[in-house]
């Protein structure tokens, strides 16, 4: 059950944990929700990267954006490393694979080259 | 489309790329005569006539990334396909307004879907619009203001993860009926 009471313990939490957080995160984690983004099931993607950054502490943020353009490689995240400005582009994006990409990318620096744009495209 | 969400969403996401401060989404249902009203309302940047008249159209779209813009023709066929009506309302730097009627009770009508995450998603899209919710089946209503969230809130994000996920469970409890 929850009500409105709930809002101040965690107001207090959060609160705590932005004094030990860095506030610059490395990563930017972005999710395509254009019409086809959507259509193709980006939903549950973005669903379960907020549940995920929820219950765990990622070096990321996750964000969305419109159309990319790339309709036929939806749902697709891009991931910005906001270190040295590089892009990855990850495409046919599952559930399963967003967790995979936070616990690889995000957590190891381990690009899962197998699910990038550049190896569908070869 | 699976669901009445994913219709709303793309209506959500025109109000919010259209610079909109203030969105109000009220979805109600009365059976007593089988009617699923949903209106849409925003105070963003509004269309002109000619774009408003061919809004419905799958080649319209102000978008530079693709040329078709199918959130509004995917709405329009499905009004079209169950005897349902679709008005939209357009001032330029004004607002838009849409509303939808549908029978509620209709085969070709997909279920409503998780309307906490379609906020959920629609808060975190921009943290700064401030969204109601205003959910009516018969006699239940339900009232959900993101503006009455962010002061409770204070100097913290309504866009944490931990609070975007509470809001998503607090709205769909509340279309239940559940909340304290
Ligand atoms: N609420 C709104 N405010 C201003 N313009 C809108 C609104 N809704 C739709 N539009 C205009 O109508 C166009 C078509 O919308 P849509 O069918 O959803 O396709 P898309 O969003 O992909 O362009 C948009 O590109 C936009 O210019
Ligand atoms: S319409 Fe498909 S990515 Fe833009
Ligand atoms: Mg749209």
């Not at chain 2, 109000?24 to 005569?33: A, G, L, Y």
């Not at chain 2, 779209?61 to 066929?77: D, N, P, S, W, Y």
């Not at chain 2, 029978?103 to 379609?118: E, R």
């Amino acid at each position: 059950m929850k009500s409105l009471e709930d809002l101040k313990k965690m107001r207090e939490k959060a609160l705590k944990k932005v004094e030990m957080r860095d506030v610059n995160k490395k990563y930017r984690v972005v999710v395509g929700m254009a019409t086809c983004g959507i259509a193709a099931g980006a939903r549950p993607v973005l669903n379960k990267l907020i549940e995920e950054l929820g219950n765990n502490d990622y070096p990321c943020i996750v964000t969305q954006t419109g159309c990319i353009g790339l309709c036929a490689y939806e749902p697709i995240v891009e991931v910005f490393n906001q270190e040295d400005q590089t892009k990855t582009t990850y495409v046919h994006v599952t559930p399963e694979k967003a967790v995979s990409i936070l616990q690889n990318h995000i957590l190891k620096d381990r690009i899962l080259t197998e699910f990038t744009i550049d190896s569908y495209q070869k | 489309m699976q669901d009445i969400a994913m219709y709303i969403i793309e209506i959500l996401m025109n109000s919010i790329y259209a610079n909109s401060n203030n969105i109000i989404c009220h979805i109600e249902i009365k059976t007593s005569i089988n009617q699923l009203l949903i209106i849409i309302e925003d105070d963003g940047k509004g269309m002109n006539d000619e774009l408003l008249a061919n809004v419905t159209n799958p080649f319209t779209t102000t978008r530079k990334t693709r040329k078709i813009g199918l959130g509004v023709a995917f709405l329009q066929h499905l009004c079209d396909q169950c005897n349902g009506d679709l008005t939209i309302k357009s001032k330029e730097n004004i607002g838009t307004i849409t509303v939808v009627k549908l029978p509620y009770d209709h085969w070709d009508i997909p279920p409503l879907g998780n309307i906490g995450q379609m906020m959920m998603f629609c808060i975190q899209a921009n943290a700064d619009i401030d969204f109601i919710l205003q959910y009516i089946k018969d006699e239940h209503t339900f009232f959900f203001d993101t503006k009455l969230i962010k002061q409770e809130l204070g100097e913290v994000n309504i866009d944490e993860p931990d609070i975007l996920l509470w809001i998503k469970e607090y709205i769909n409890q509340g279309i239940k009926g559940e909340n304290l």
